[in-house]
């Protein structure tokens, strides 16, 4: 067997490696050999692959057999090539030890520079360049930073002394020391090091160059870069490359510099030059601080030569790669070579309009550019974030969950009457409490952002902050709120005092940092659109398009999530609403009566409360589904707390207090969550779903009197059984049939369910018989599957996610092989009894772009989210048809968004659409966009009468890669593969496990019995 390869040649215009091997060379590594296939002026080295790295870690930090040798043979390669020799003490070979990990970290691992340099060479390198300042200032360098990141030594003592010497020098620069004064603060920083570890500088260069070899390795599981891969979900990857390569030198003098530019602007995403340089100066100078940058742009005065060469390299670069790139280059001597290049870092702005600009000038096609933004960038347009400014300056005092995107900043309230006490008052407040509930609603309303010590990513706090758009932190255990102070950090804050939250990383700052709001630009329109286009086409056997609704519980959500490009309403949760001052004290008139006649009072107090509620609603959706979930929690939740309610609910059913609080102890529950809720509570009180069909009824009919559009959609929740369905449903189309008879209407109301327990998912297919659509809530499905807590989880999910029991927080994405799987079973086993069946997810999970990925897969035809985060799901939906679809391509129209139902009305009227934003939405519909291959829609597509999740839900086509046109045609024969590669290469999609629960078909299921049987 032939060995394996270890350690990767670069230089002299050829490489051993190239583009495609990432995963191999690490990104620096495979750069760096890419540009010098190219042709493009790079100071050779060598790459010690990742694989090595991992063997490390796996042999307790200790190489494979062979390593060193390659390494020490690789070494001698690049010494004949530069004509030098690593510790020469007359021309020294000195080299630079960088990282390098196949998904860009940057600043995360360690760096060093100007290895080699010793007692004899820095004398060596003095006479050889005829610059002793130059000599003695690369070996200072270089024992600083081997010092800091090899040895140990605190870094702050070298910048100690070489403070003292500026001082006794009276200069503030570091270029205003001399070589004498450079030869002393050598010696001064062995001095350090010697004090500190007890060892000698090594004046040995091989003892050097492992030493560093070992740091580089060693840093891939430091504090900060095992915090970042768990910050950016950085997963699965070997390790990082050591990449050893020949120094250039910016700091021979002013003929010679360093610097980092971009192709565009990553902040705006402008196409224009953009960079900083300095002269007499290596890497870390430009980004550490000590002296100030100079904009790239004067680089063509000052030397016109060098930046006519870097621009052409930049664009050769930009071409070849077709992605905004970020380089890092030196001149020395007035000779100019790349360091690095690699794709970009940008804000969202810069994101989406460098994706859309890039497919106006034919560089990338748009799917390309879809792939090309993040969601994350997304969240950056649609909320308020801290000024990058002040974010500089300013440090957390604590740290929680990252619960709803965007920044906040308020003065300090407690409780949620205070706030809007305040509020009244023109004060911006921030609630924090140690959680909140559903009473807190009105003051999270006029909050300008929620900070909770408890709670998890889908508790109250953050599922209603989220829904409302509001910045959220919760579960910050650094934070202890007591009475009305809250304790964070060892410090106290009172009531009123200034904080600032930021919801999309969880920190939290004293005082009040300035806020910034991104415009939403035309660029952003026209991304989204092009999104929209690629889900319509989206063709999964029988189920066409994949839509994006959103969980909306009051018009002003319905037409903000309109606003945003929702295609509907998935989840209007109606318990929300009762929370209304209005409504509440009949709701709980209601809850605590003794007689049917009674319940049937209270409730008619509330209905035409509901109605107006459902109307606005289904006005602001002009005509796209409505889902509305009846009543879903358990009464309890709505009874009086306090004394003060207690009293008021009291008087208004002129009873006394000792006579009513007995009731309402009663309604208490052992476990809420497992109690008496859902559909359970209209089996035995069916008035309460009475009341809230017949609304929904009558708003329906207002709808059409009004010749509004109108479709909507009656989810049951909690359903276990099909018997519930069996038993509820005939009572709600009597409601409805005799709301629409009297008004001489007639329309198509859907009756659906929520599965959201496990034995519902099981039984779907029984369930199925009795239901038009399902909808997942995988909330309380990922509670009843892990049994874990979503209130609760917070007090161990980090030690879970520290030592890999769990890879992500379940209730923040959704767990593929559990709470999945019992997905893919009951969409199976749904479909067997009606192919055709519309089934979706309204769970917090529907705005992860993971889980709208899996839902893709698994089927569904649509996910619902938050009305904030319905952007996000347009191009994460997107994301997944690409990933998961093949190549998109012409053809007719294949998928249609959901039409409004039919409505007739006995006179022969009919109701239009007169607003202005119906037009736009219409031709929204109807995208001439590209077609799923044939391929992709038979793979998935379901076989009769056989479950489709061995197909659908484990087997993912492989993505088609699109070709690189633009720039093949000027290459050289050999590099055109790597340029198509390099150019189109999709991420990589985590496929399903084929053993799910889903593909298991449920043996001989009669479905197609006459009378079945409800179970």
């Not at 407690?414 to 023109?426: I, P, Q, S």
């Not at 239901?771 to 979503?790: H, I, V, Y």
Request: charge should be positive; charged fraction near 25%.
């Amino acid at each position: 067997m032939a060995k394996r390869k270890e350690v990767y040649f670069f230089g002299e215009g050829k490489a051993e490696g190239d583009a495609k091997m990432k995963d191999v060379l690490g990104g620096k590594g495979a750069n760096l050999a890419e540009m010098t296939n190219m042709g493009i002026p790079v100071p050779p080295g060598f790459t010690i692959s990742t694989v090595v790295c991992a063997a490390y870690y796996e042999n307790k930090q200790k190489y494979p057999a062979g390593v060193k040798g390659e390494v020490e043979a690789n070494l001698k390669r690049l010494e004949k090539i530069m004509g030098k020799k690593l510790g020469d003490p007359d021309d020294p070979l000195l080299v630079s030890v960088r990282s390098g990990a196949a998904v860009s970290m940057p600043g995360m691992m360690d760096t060093i520079l100007n290895l080699g340099m010793n007692d004899k060479a820095v004398q060596g390198l003095s006479l050889r360049t005829g610059n002793p300042r130059f000599a003695w200032d690369a070996y200072r360098r270089f024992v600083q930073m081997y010092g800091d990141v090899v040895m140990g030594v605190e870094h702050e003592l070298f910048e100690g002394a070489i403070s003292g010497i500026k001082k006794s020098k009276n200069v503030e620069l570091d270029t205003q020391l001399n070589a004498k004064d450079l030869e002393a603060l050598v010696d001064e920083y062995k001095k350090i090091i010697k004090k500190s570890t007890g060892r000698d500088f090594p004046q040995n260069p091989l003892d050097q160059l492992w030493g560093a070899v070992n740091a580089v390795f060693g840093s891939w599981m430091n504090e900060r870069a095992i915090k970042y891969r768990q910050l950016n979900g950085i997963r699965n990857l070997k390790g990082t490359a050591v990449n050893v390569q020949s120094m250039v030198f910016g700091n021979f003098g002013e003929d010679s510099g360093t610097g980092v530019c971009f192709s565009r602007d990553p902040s705006t995403g402008i196409n224009e030059f953009y960079g900083e340089y300095l002269m007499n100066a290596q890497g870390e100078d430009v980004v550490a601080g000590i002296r100030t940058p100079e904009k790239i742009a004067t680089l063509a005065k000052r030397n016109p030569v060098i930046y006519k060469q870097l621009v052409g390299i930049k664009n050769k670069l930009e071409k070849h790669f077709k992605d905004m790139q970020d380089m890092e280059f030196t001149v020395q001597q007035g000779e100019l070579f790349l360091l690095q290049t690699r794709n970009g870092k940008r804000a969202g702005t810069a994101a989406i309009k460098c994706a859309v600009d890039m497919v106006a000038e034919g560089l990338i096609d748009k799917e390309t550019a879809i792939m090309r933004v993040t969601p994350a960038h997304l969240d950056q347009l649609l909320h308020p974030m801290i000024d990058p400014a002040a974010n500089k300056e300013a440090k957390p005092i604590t740290e929680g969950l990252n619960a709803s995107p965007g920044a906040a900043a308020g003065r300090i309230v407690f409780t949620a009457k205070d706030a809007e006490t305040w509020h009244e008052r023109g004060e911006k407040v921030l609630l924090v409490r140690k959680d909140t509930s559903p009473e807190d609603i009105g003051g999270m309303v006029v909050s300008q952002g929620v900070l909770t010590s408890t709670g998890g990513m889908t508790s109250h706090a953050a599922v209603v902050a989220r829904g409302m758009g509001t910045p959220c932190v919760a579960g910050a255990k650094g934070v202890s709120v007591q009475h009305n102070t809250a304790v964070i950090g060892g410090k106290t804050y009172q009531e009123g005092e200034w904080l600032t939250i930021d919801g999309s990383t969880g920190e939290v700052y004293e005082g009040r940092l300035p806020l910034v709001i991104p415009n939403i630009s035309k660029d952003m329109n026209i991304f989204l659109k092009w999104c929209d286009q690629v889900r319509a086409r989206a063709v999964r056997g029988p189920i066409k398009g994949f839509d994006v609704r959103t969980n909306a519980d009051q018009p002003e959500d319905a037409i903000r999530a309109f606003d945003f490009g929702a295609q509907g309403v998935g989840l209007c949760r109606t318990e929300h609403m009762f929370f209304d001052k209005e409504k509440l004290i009949h709701f709980r008139a209601m809850i605590v009566a003794d007689t049917k006649e009674e319940r049937e009072k209270h409730l008619q107090e509330i209905l035409p409360l509901q109605q107006k509620d459902f109307f606005g609603i289904f006005k602001a959706m002009e005509g796209r589904p409505v889902t509305i979930r009846l009543l879903d929690p358990p009464l309890h939740e709505f009874v009086p707390h306090t004394k003060e309610e207690v009293d008021e609910l009291a008087a208004h059913l002129n009873v006394s207090h000792d006579a009513l609080q007995p009731k309402i102890d009663r309604l208490v529950e052992a476990n809420p969550m497992l109690g008496h809720r859902g559909c359970r509570l209209a089996v035995t009180y069916p008035e309460i779903y009475d009341m809230q069909v017949e609304a929904i009824a009558l708003a329906a009919v207002e709808c059409v009197l009004a010749n509004i559009l109108v479709q909507p959609e009656i989810m049951i929740p909690i359903v276990v059984t099909a018997r519930e369905l069996k038993l509820l449903r005939p009572n709600a189309e009597k409601i409805i049939a005799k709301v629409f008879d009297a008004a001489g209407i007639k329309m198509d109301v859907k009756i659906g369910t929520m599965i959201e327990v496990p034995r519902a998912a099981i039984r779907a297919g029984h369930i199925a018989k009795y239901a038009d659509f399902f909808s997942f809530g995988t909330n309380d499905l990922t509670q009843m599957t892990f049994a874990f807590s979503r209130d609760d989880i917070a007090s161990f999910l980090p030690v879970y996610l520290q030592k890999n029991v769990l890879d992500v927080d379940p209730f923040n994405s959704i767990d593929e092989d559990g709470v999945g799987g019992l997905m893919r079973f009951g969409i199976s086993a749904g479909r067997e009894v009606k192919p055709d069946l519309k089934i979706g997810i309204c769970g917090e999970h529907g705005g992860d772009p993971a889980t709208i990925d899996f839902c893709y897969r698994a089927g569904l035809s649509y996910v619902s989210c938050s009305p904030f985060r319905v952007p996000l799901a347009r191009l994460a939906g997107a994301q997944a048809v690409i990933n998961n679809s093949g190549k998109i391509i012409k053809g007719k129209e294949s998928a249609k968004a959901d039409k409004p139902a039919a409505v007739k009305v006995k006179d022969g009227k009919k109701p239009v659409r007169s607003d202005k934003r119906m037009a736009a939405a219409t031709s929204a519909k109807k995208p001439a966009v590209k077609k799923p291959a044939a391929k992709s829609a038979v793979a998935q597509k379901p076989a009769a009468k056989k479950t489709a999740a061995k197909t659908a839900a484990a087997k993912k086509p492989a993505v088609k890669k699109p070709a690189a046109k633009s720039t093949a045609a000027k290459k050289p024969a050999a590099k055109k593969t790597a340029v198509k590669t390099a150019a189109a290469k999709k991420p990589a999609v985590k496929k399903t496990a084929a053993k799910s629960a889903a593909a298991k078909k449920p043996a001989a299921k009669k479905t197609a019995v006459k009378k079945p049987a409800a179970k």
